[in-house]
């Protein structure tokens, strides 16, 4: 049973505004350090410096949108299928009744923009089934409907 394009589900925007957001905060504040420790010393090499950071800084920009982009989920009759990877495509499918508890979870920063991490417990030990970057509603949605159809398959039904 192959699955649809249109049934693949991504992440809310605001993580890859997030993402940004942790990429560009540090890289500007090394930028501003080094440009003043440029200007008051006179040297040349805080500069170069400083461009290197600014071109660190783009690369890892484009490497997030990449990331961001490689993120998707998708419920099916019987699993769920979580996809993520930039230079690895990894594709895990989840078996509802597989699973012993789903975690939702915010940080500070996914708490300031209205987002959460699902995360998908099982028996294996090298389960790494986490969806994150989720609305708190569709988080919520998704761990109750995930919860309801573990119990439903693990009951047989």
Do not use: C, K, N
């Amino acid at each position: 049973m192959g699955v649809e394009p249109e049934e693949w589900r991504a992440p809310a925007r605001q993580l890859l505004t997030l993402r940004r957001l942790e990429v560009a905060a540090p890289a500007l504040l090394v930028v501003a350090v080094l440009v003043i420790a440029g200007a008051l010393s006179g040297s040349g090499v805080a500069y170069v410096f400083a461009g290197a950071a600014v071109v660190v800084a783009a690369l890892l920009w484009r490497f997030v949108d990449r990331r961001y982009g490689s993120w998707g989920y998708a419920e099916r009759e019987d699993d769920l299928l979580v996809r993520r990877g930039v230079m690895f495509a990894r594709l895990s499918v989840v078996p509802y009744g597989r699973m012993q508890f789903i975690d939702v979870t915010a940080g500070p920063l996914e708490r300031a923009f209205g987002l959460a991490t699902v995360r998908l417990h099982t028996a294996a030990a090298a389960t790494d089934a986490r969806i994150p970057g989720l609305e708190r509603e569709e988080a919520a949605r998704l761990r109750d409907r995930l919860a309801e159809l573990g119990e439903a398959q693990a009951a047989g039904l």
